[in-house]
């Protein structure tokens, strides 16, 4: 419950444009902090931040979380995303998503929404995490937990169900991999129906118009 409430105010400090942290100072070098190799999703296949920072992994202590998934999906429609991560203890955060669908293709595309997320592609799939790469501290150091907001535009008709993978990563800065938790989440979405686009002649205009 107390994480739930950590992530609830930090998604709504950050949307409501209330997030204050210091995002510009110079940070040192830590492990991966500017962006995390790719393919640490906990897709089928791939590996977690557990790999590096691998102090334990769903402890139950803290969590990973991926906000605003459409339970239905519209093909082509873009939807604005929150990944989210929190721990009782830690003051420095990663996270890394992908999308994709039931045969392991990627499913849509990312774009990011701030300076503190970017976006990498290997192997034809894409993935989005935290930066430090655009002049802001993707890592949000310091803090008592981070959400990061990114665009993912929903494949064409006929992509099926899609699956949501984000690791995340809890440290605790002291620019080492030791003493680091991570954390997996999913969450899917079923494809809707594609917009309906009705075409119209001038015949049809005439009898709206006589």
């Given amino acids: 419950m107390k994480r739930r409430a950590t992530i609830a105010v930090l998604v709504l400090a950050l949307v409501t444009g209330g997030f204050s942290l210091d995002l510009t100072r110079p940070m040192s070098v830590g492990a991966k902090a500017s962006m995390p190799d790719p393919g640490l999703t906990g897709a089928p296949s791939q590996g977690t931040c557990f790999t590096c920072h691998n ?3 769903n402890d139950g202590l803290g969590a990973v979380y991926v906000f605003n998934v459409p339970a239905t999906y519209t093909p082509g429609q873009s939807y ?3 990944a989210a991560i929190s721990r ?3 003051s420095r955060w990663g996270f890394e998503a992908t999308a994709l669908k039931s045969g392991g293709q990627m499913a849509g ?3 990011d929404s701030s300076n503190a997320v970017g976006e990498q592609n290997s192997l034809g799939i894409e993935y989005v995490s935290q930066t430090t790469l655009e002049g802001f501290d993707g890592t949000f150091a310091d803090s008592t937990g981070a959400a990061w907001v990114f665009k993912w535009t929903a494949p064409p008709a006929g992509a099926g169900t899609v699956t949501f993978y984000a690791a995340g990563a809890a440290c ?3 620019n080492a991999v030791t003493g680091d938790y ?3 989440t999913t969450a899917t979405s079923m494809e809707g129906a594609a917009t309906a686009v009705e075409s119209t002649t001038w015949g049809k205009i005439k009898q709206i118009y006589k």
């Fill in 109 to 111: 595309s990312f774009s």
């Fill in 55 to 57: 102090a334990g992994l």
């Fill in 182 to 184: 991570t954390y997996t």
């Fill in 88 to 90: 009782d203890v830690g």
């Fill in 80 to 82: 604005l995303l929150v």
């Fill in 172 to 174: 605790n800065n002291d």
